[in-house]
């Protein structure tokens, strides 16, 4: 009885010491916040983006952050390096994370997926090789990149975790804009989330997905800068009538990427919007 009632029996720990943690989009607002969280719980990071001086600058940034902030010793911050990638494309896909496992000397087992953009185009009217486009990155990245990170791990046996970023908009159909394509890729991400939990879970690979609501990102404050009207719109709608900040998505990740805090969790969608969805 007392083993089974002990503190690390029943408390569960965030501590991701010695793993490697991929995260694409990796120099987004969102994955800024989220790289830092899994920096400060011991995680190596792989940072993976399309702009080789942005994602530099923020691998960059983020070591600093670890002695800065967490008062480590520069060669005490744990590894962190910087890909460029296009996620809709599979051999460039497959070639990064052969070489981030390469580089980091051992196989990544968390990876968080916010790589991902969105257009606004009336349905009926929507750029065929756009439409294209946005679901190669959006869809099928999301496939290519929870394949690459996968395959290694099912070959040698080891758990692992994986976190798609959906969105609300996977769910819902978002006012007053229109942006078909993005909810449509995004309903697809969710999906896949449970397609692969479920074929998965014999090796141990939890995958789930995260849908936030609205994000006060520096990208949507540089949108809603020229439009009240589309700000108080989306406000309106939250019962909590505010957006999110990055920062608030940050536990629902360490929580997602703990085997110990989630280990019975495959296939959820975490929907974190302020309460959209509810009305």
């Keep these: 009885m007392s083993s089974e009632f002990s503190l690390s029996n029943v408390v569960p720990s965030y501590r991701l010491d010695g793993k490697v943690a991929v995260i694409t989009g990796g120099s987004g607002g969102l994955a800024s916040f989220l790289s830092r969280g899994l920096l400060s719980q011991g995680a190596e990071i792989a940072l993976i983006d399309t702009n080789q001086q942005r994602i530099d600058e923020a691998a960059i940034q ?3 952050w670890g002695v800065d902030k967490l008062g480590l010793k520069p060669e005490a911050v744990p590894k962190v390096t910087a890909w460029v990638c296009n996620i809709g494309d599979a051999a460039n896909v497959e070639e990064t994370f052969t070489a981030i496992n390469a580089t980091h000397g051992k196989l990544s087992t ?3 997926n916010t790589a ?3 257009e606004n185009y009336p349905a009926e009217s929507y750029p065929a090789a756009n439409a294209e486009n946005l679901m190669k990155v959006n869809g099928l990245g999301s496939l290519y990149v929870s394949q690459s990170f996968a395959r290694p791990l099912i070959a040698a046996k080891l758990s692992g975790s994986i976190i798609l970023i959906g969105s609300m908009s996977g769910s819902i159909v978002n006012t007053p804009q229109c942006q078909t394509m993005y909810n449509m890729s995004k309903a697809g991400v969710i999906h896949l989330t449970k397609s692969l939990a479920c074929e998965w879970a014999p090796y141990n690979i939890r995958v789930n997905c995260l849908s936030p609501g609205y994000i ?6 540089h949108v809603i800068a020229d439009s009240s009207t589309l700000q108080d719109a989306w406000v309106s ?3 909590q009538k505010r957006m999110a900040a990055p920062k608030e998505f940050v536990g629902s ?5 703990s085997d110990s805090a989630s280990s019975y969790t495959t296939g959820l969608n975490m929907v ?3 309460g959209y969805e509810c009305w």
Excluded: N
């Excluded at 006060?216 to 404050?221: C, E, G, Q, R, V």
């Excluded at 990740?253 to 990427?257: R, S, T």
């Design 62 to 64: 983020l070591s600093q």
């Design 110 to 112: 968390v990876m968080v």
């Design 116 to 118: 991902g953009y969105c």
């Design 216 to 221: 006060l990102t520096p990208l949507t404050k």
């Design 237 to 239: 709608r939250i019962p």
């Design 253 to 257: 990740v360490l929580y997602l990427a």
């Design 272 to 274: 974190v919007d302020g």
